[in-house]
C-alpha cells in the first residue's frame, strides 16, 4: 500500500460545477496537509496549507481535513476553464513529507 | 517576495554526457533547498535536500550528485547520464527552521536523455 493514494483521473467536469479532490494516506503522524496545483509544463504551486484536521477556506477552494478516516479533500467551487490543472497533494510530519501522484483536472467551457 | 529560478526549461543531452542543473532563490536567507524528480503518474520523488551551504543529504543513491556552493544557490550534477536519469527535475526551497514548513517550487527542468 502506497503511503498516500490519490486518484489519478483524468476527471472531467463543466464550467461551473464543483470539483471534489481526495487523498487518502496510511501514516497517522502525519501533521500538515497541502494541495498543489500544477500546469503542464509547470511547477508546482502552493494552494492552501491545513494543520490537523478540520476546514479551511480561501475563495472559492476549500481544504478539508479527517484525521479519524486519514482523508483529505480539495472542493472548488464555480470551477473555471483556468483550473484546468494537476493537482497534488502532499503531507508531512516531523518534515517528512510524502506526495500523491496528483489527478487531473479538466474543466470545459 | 520569494523567488526560486530554476534553469534551463528544456534539455537535451546524449547518454554519457555530463549534467549541470542550478537553481537560485531570491529574497530569502539559509533557505532548506530540495531537488525532486517528477515521474508521470508516479508523484514526486525527493532525489536531495540541503539545510545550509555544503550540507548536503541523498534520499536515493543514483547516478546524480549535488552542491549547494552558496546559501542561495543549489546545482544538480552528474558525470555521465544515462538513458533512465530522463524526466522533469523541480527544485524547491522551504523556510529554516520553520517546523513543516510548505514547499516552494521552481518551473522545472525537463531533461531528455537520448
Known amino acids: 500500500q502506497k503511503e498516500v493514494e490519490q486518484d489519478p483521473g483524468p476527471l472531467s467536469v463543466p464550467e461551473g460545477a464543483i470539483v471534489s479532490l481526495n487523498c487518502t494516506y496510511s501514516n497517522s503522524a502525519f501533521q500538515y496537509f497541502m494541495w498543489y496545483r500544477q500546469y503542464s509544463r509547470k511547477g508546482p504551486e502552493l494552494l492552501m496549507y491545513t494543520y490537523s484536521s478540520g476546514n479551511k477556506e480561501d475563495g472559492r477552494f476549500t481544504a478539508q481535513v479527517d484525521k479519524s478516516s486519514k482523508y483529505i479533500s480539495l472542493f472548488i467551487r464555480d470551477s473555471q476553464p483556468s483550473d484546468s490543472a494537476t493537482y497534488l497533494c502532499?503531507?508531512?510530519?516531523?518534515?517528512?513529507?510524502?506526495f500523491g501522484a496528483g489527478t487531473r483536472l479538466t474543466v470545459k467551457p | 517576495s520569494q523567488t526560486i529560478h530554476q534553469w534551463p526549461a528544456t534539455l537535451v543531452q546524449p547518454v554519457g554526457s555530463p549534467l549541470s542543473l542550478e537553481c537560485t532563490v531570491e529574497?530569502?536567507?539559509?533557505?532548506?533547498l530540495y531537488w525532486y524528480r517528477q515521474a508521470a503518474g508516479r508523484g514526486l520523488q525527493l532525489l536531495f535536500y540541503?539545510?545550509?551551504?555544503?550540507?548536503i543529504s541523498s534520499e536515493v543513491p543514483q547516478n546524480l550528485s549535488a552542491s549547494r556552493p552558496q546559501d542561495r544557490q543549489f546545482i544538480l550534477s552528474s558525470k555521465k547520464l544515462l538513458l533512465s536519469d530522463s524526466g522533469f527535475y523541480l527544485c524547491?526551497?522551504?523556510?529554516?527552521?520553520?517546523?513543516?514548513?510548505?514547499?516552494?517550487f521552481g518551473n522545472g527542468t525537463r531533461l531528455t536523455v537520448t
Open positions: 502532499a503531507m508531512s510530519d516531523n518534515n517528512d513529507m510524502r
Open positions: 529574497g530569502t536567507s539559509n533557505p532548506n
Open positions: 524547491a526551497w522551504s523556510v529554516s527552521g520553520a517546523y513543516n514548513s510548505p514547499l516552494h
Open positions: 540541503s539545510v545550509g551551504i555544503g550540507q
